[in-house]
């Protein structure tokens, strides 16, 4: 049968390190994971137990920019944690972070213009961006800038667009708001969109993430109830956009996905008031980040930048291999610890960088530590 070349993407490499590692489980083996970027908890308990409650009550389709008191709730909570006063009218709910950029990509560009990612990056964002039909262009950042990009590559690359992430995938470095309004100045003299992907706000350590929305109301900031909210499975994200992007974000989410689904709405909006639990979760994250620090350091695996949220060291690997798959495959066969290559976030450079997550429990990093000690210790002898 017939097929478009829109559907001629790369795969999303992270899922098939889970599905060898799953194999080997299903072999018996005992695998640590610290391939995937997923918390090692459930959404919040209280939350769920109010969901149980909601449940005697149909819950059918929402209006297409999502319940009323959830964008409320989500407004409220941009003056909570930035002092921002947000209209709720701005909020947009999504099917996940990945509903919201197709909304993003389809609102904003035209077949075929160019839209900047720093790599190293998420990977999904390039191959979304394909799929629509637009140019993704990879802007290779440096470790001196923290892998970030910067003001003059808008021009340099001729962009329509430019998606920056706040903390980052996979690096977990941060802008600052002097960095964050230059990026945006630099989009406007250009008018490029600009797009700010802050899915790990919430999660962070010396340093309080900024919302671009801090900087400038002409952005379309992503984020999602997967990460902080330790929500991945319930796939509902939200969007603030500018206030006179809001009829046509609408009526694209009417008809690309009517709504988001109602159910995991409703545990949302529970979620957003179990801050005791979800600060107890981001506290296991701060002392795993410790731990791999050092742990990675002492295994020799130490040329990488300190992240400052999220939870993901990006570290060089370049010593040891020119293949990091190959690598990594090594590593889950002889340490049965699953890690992600870094060809899936730069396809230039990846083949010298691996990402290790530490998103699990204290007991599963401590273990995996120990195993790749030992690996690279029988590497090396």
Not at 338 to 365: C, E, K, N
Request: glycine share 8%; hydrophobic share 45%.
């Amino acid at each position: 049968m017939r097929h478009a070349t829109r559907g001629d993407v790369d795969p999303f490499i992270v899922m098939d390190v889970m599905e060898a590692a799953r194999q080997a489980e299903a072999a018996g083996r005992h695998i640590i994971h610290m391939e995937v970027g997923q918390p090692g908890t459930g959404a919040p308990k209280a939350a769920c137990d109010q969901l149980i409650a909601d449940m005697a009550n149909p819950l059918g389709y929402t209006v297409g920019l999502g319940l009323p008191d959830l964008r409320a709730r989500i407004a409220r909570h941009y003056g909570d944690w930035y002092g921002l006063d947000l209209d709720p009218a701005r909020v947009v709910i999504t099917s996940g972070a990945s509903g919201a950029f197709l909304l993003a990509f389809s609102a904003l560009f035209d077949n075929g213009e160019r839209v900047g990612l720093g790599t190293p990056c998420y990977p999904s964002y390039r191959q979304i961006l394909r799929a629509v039909g637009l140019t993704p262009v990879d802007i290779p950042t440096s470790l001196v800038d923290r892998f970030q990009p910067q003001p003059q590559h808008v021009a340099a690359h001729d962009l329509a667009g430019l998606i920056v992430a706040s903390p980052a995938n996979p690096t977990g470095t941060m802008l600052d708001a002097p960095q964050l309004a230059a990026l945006a100045e630099a989009c406007a003299a250009r008018d490029a969109a600009l797009i700010s992907d802050e899915i790990y706000h919430g999660i962070d350590y010396d340093l309080r993430p900024v919302s671009a929305l801090s900087v400038t109301d002409e952005v379309y900031v992503i984020n999602s109830f997967s990460k902080y909210f330790s929500m991945t499975g319930w796939r509902v994200g939200w969007m603030v956009v500018p206030d006179d992007h809001v009829r046509r974000i609408e009526r694209l989410a009417q008809n690309m996905f009517i709504c988001a689904p109602h159910a995991a709405q409703r545990l949302a909006l529970h979620a957003m008031n179990c801050a005791p639990e979800l600060d107890a979760n981001k506290a296991v994250y701060a002392a795993n980040r410790a731990l791999m620090m050092d742990g990675l350091r002492a295994a020799g695996l130490g040329a990488f930048a300190p992240p400052d949220g999220a939870f993901y060291i990006y570290v060089d690997v370049s010593a040891y291999t020119d293949d990091a798959r190959a690598f990594a495959a090594e590593i889950l066969d002889q340490a049965g610890v699953a890690v992600t290559p870094g060809l899936d976030f730069d396809a230039a450079r990846g083949h010298h960088w691996l990402r290790f997550s530490y998103a699990r429990g204290t007991a599963d990093i401590i273990e995996g530590l120990d195993r790749i000690a030992r690996f690279m210790q029988a590497r090396r002898a």
